[in-house]
């Protein structure tokens, strides 16, 4: 969300200055590959900087942009140069979670569909298909799911967005004029609030499941499962019921070997 943002801004800086295309990729390039360096090359923020400079790359040379292709060989370059990530938790959560928004948010839609306010359907639907998608993973490594997830991610992921805008517009004005130091105590308020709300609904104790052990298998075949059931996949709904089961049932079988 906010690498969006920050892009966003920057192109349109670019725009109204009126600089050269090519000009304007390298400086993005430079200013994003910064972030990626004070952010500490954190698996979600390189994935999300790969895959704007990605998007940016194919607009400069007319080349058509696939999203699941982009997040592919994000993934690729980032296990290039550290394979190890394969095992780390963020770099799985930060993958999979685009992934099942690329692939679960039109199964989602349909279900909300009856929702007569647009954007409140498709915000469900994406919290839904991240929340959904990240099951396996959660069992994976946290044995543990919270009910109140997705309440709190329709909560809190609107009020990041707003508190992140006024951080970006507060910290630069409070380097020019110290005298309005004072607006950041009000941001900092905000995130207290935001982090007050998701501590407050994640030590609702019985709100907490405790899910079975899910081995790196089982993941494999749900995930495989789930590119067989969306749009990337043109076959009939049947086969691709059929196929789903399967592969679900060959991985729950594969896992209870292991």
């Known amino acids: 969300l906010h690498i969006g943002f920050i892009v966003s801004i920057i192109n349109i800086i670019l725009e109204k200055a009126k600089v050269n295309k090519k000009v304007g990729f390298v400086i993005m390039f430079i200013l994003l590959f910064f972030y990626c360096y004070i952010c ?48 780390d938790a963020g770099f799985l959560l930060s993958f999979v979670s685009v992934f099942c928004i690329f692939t679960l948010t039109d199964v989602f839609n349909k279900l909300f569909s009856k929702i007569k306010y647009k954007k409140l359907s498709n915000t469900l639907a994406v919290i839904f298909s991240v929340q959904v998608g990240l099951i396996p993973i959660m069992s994976l490594f946290y044995n543990n799911f919270n009910l109140f997830s997705y309440l709190t991610n329709f909560i809190c992921v609107p009020l990041f967005e707003i508190i992140f805008i006024l951080t970006f517009i507060f910290i630069p004005l409070c380097m020019l004029f110290p005298f309005l130091i004072f607006t950041l105590k009000f941001v900092e308020l905000l995130y207290f609030v935001l982090t ?42 049947k086969l691709k019921l059929i196929t789903t089961t399967a592969i679900l049932m060959f991985s729950v079988l594969c896992s209870l070997c292991c």
Do not use: H, Q
């Not at 994935?47 to 690729?76: G, P, Q, T, V």
């Open 40 to 87: 500490g090359f954190s698996p979600s923020v390189s994935r999300a900087c790969l895959m704007s400079i990605i998007f940016m790359l194919a607009r400069l040379i007319y080349y058509k942009y696939d999203r699941l292709n982009c997040l592919s060989f994000c993934a690729w370059i980032i296990l290039f140069i550290k394979p190890l990530y394969i095992f």
């Open 196 to 237: 007050t709300i998701a501590g407050f609904m994640a030590s609702i104790s019985w709100a907490n499941i405790n899910l079975i052990k899910s081995k790196e298998v089982f993941c494999v075949g749900f995930y495989s499962g789930v590119f067989i059931c969306s749009k990337y996949i043109s076959i009939k709904p």
